[in-house]
Structures are given as structure tokens and as C-alpha cells.
């Protein structure tokens, strides 16, 4: 929820203006677990949005996300719901294994946007390839999902440039998984320093 509340600020374009939304929009989830939730809480708070299916191979994960959502067509297999339902934008909230041949296969269904968990893809093929899929279909893709868009964060940023709690004078963080975690922590360290360019980094890793 926190970060799609900002993904159009940074969408890879792709050849499509971005335009104020001035209809409602018909949203499906791949991937029902705690991101697909996040991502549908964020489409329910939208107002512009209604989510009209998901996919997701767990029974259960896949029943509680209906019930929460009221989402009335559920399927187990991506594949099928993009066949079956007219979607204008889809979120990819699966393993990063997958991302690929997820985002290739709602690109070639016809949507009009593609919301994806970072990050983005396994490899740099992968990445590419990605982006040239949405690209030569001019769909509008984005992965900024950013903490920085999250309320407690923005309060908290907020406290550090009115001076609240002093000066910023110094950023710490640990970061056991850098891959998929890191984007978030380095993003922070400019987001509460007023996005200033870091002048030195000193690090420590352990294998």
C-alpha cells in the first residue's frame, strides 16, 4: 500500500503519457501473499480502481484475498485470468524468479499498466527484456515501490527537516538480504537527507 501509493512518480514510461485517472480503472492481482495484499489495499484506497481478479495457486491464500477484497473471479492459474478477464492494469506481486514470463504474458494480453514487486528481475537479460516487452506494447510499467510514500515515513522525514530531533548526522543500517531489501534502505538515507549525494560509504560484509 505504501508503495504504490507513489509508483506513477517514477514510471518507466515506455512511449505512454501518464494522465490524471478520470475513470475507474479494472485491476487484477498475480500473487495473493502479503504484497498482493499490500497492492490491493492500495488499489481499494484509490477510489478510481476496482480489483476484478486474481490469481494465486494457494486454495486458501486465494480465498482469504477474495473474501478480504470482494474480488468475484479467482483463478489458479496467470495465464487463464489474463485470457479470461478484461484488465486495464495488473500487479506482479510473485517470486522474482517468475517476474519475467509474468510481465511478458499481461504486456501481450492488452493491459494498460503493470505494477510489479521489486526486484525487478534475476538477471540484466531478464531486466531488458522486460522492458522491451512493455515497451513495443506501450504499457506503462513501474517497480518504485518505495518506503518513502509510506505515512510513518513521510512523519518521520517531517520531524528531521523541522528539527524536531536534531540534526541528521549520521545513517546506519543492516541489511541481511542487500538484493531485495537494499533499494529501501538506500533510498531512506536520501529521502531523510534531503536527497544530498553521499560524499563517502564505508561498509561491511560477511560470507
Known amino acids: 500500500m505504501e508503495g504504490i501509493r507513489g509508483s506513477q512518480d517514477s514510471a518507466i514510461e515506455s512511449g505512454v503519457e501518464l494522465k490524471p485517472m478520470t475513470q475507474t480503472y479494472r485491476a487484477a492481482v498475480i500473487g ?18 476496482t480489483i476484478v481478479a486474481c490469481a494465486e495457486p494457494s486454495d486458501k491464500t486465494r480465498a482469504a484475498f477474495c473474501e478480504q477484497f470482494d474480488v468475484g473471479s479467482a483463478y489458479t492459474n496467470y495465464r487463464e485470468m489474463l485470457e479470461g478477464e478484461q484488465i486495464d492494469i495488473v500487479s506482479v506481486c510473485t517470486w522474482i524468479g517468475l517476474h519475467r514470463e509474468m510481465i511478458e504474458a499481461a504486456a501481450a494480453s492488452g493491459v494498460k499498466a ?12 531478464d531486466a531488458r527484456a522486460i522492458h522491451s516487452a512493455c515497451e513495443q506494447a ?5 517497480f518504485c515501490h518505495q518506503r518513502r510514500f509510506g505515512d510513518r515515513f513521510r512523519s518521520a522525514r517531517a520531524l528531521v527537516r523541522d528539527g524536531a530531533i536534531g540534526q541528521l548526522r549520521r545513517h546506519e543500517t543492516s541489511c541481511s538480504n542487500l538484493f531485495d531489501w537494499g533499494t529501501h534502505w538506500f ?20 560470507v
Request: hydrophobic residues 40%; aromatic residues 10%.
Open 32 to 49: 495473493c501473499g502479503g504484497r498482493g495484499r499490500a497492492h490491493a489495499e492500495g488499489y481499494a484506497l484509490n477510489g478510481q480502481t
Open 114 to 125: 503493470i505494477h510489479s514487486e521489486k526486484p525487478i528481475a534475476p538477471t540484466w537479460g
Open 138 to 142: 506501450g504499457v506503462v510499467l513501474t
Open 187 to 206: 533510498d531512506m538515507m536520501f529521502f531523510f537527507n534531503d536527497e544530498t549525494p553521499a560524499e563517502w560509504v564505508l561498509g561491511q560484509i560477511s
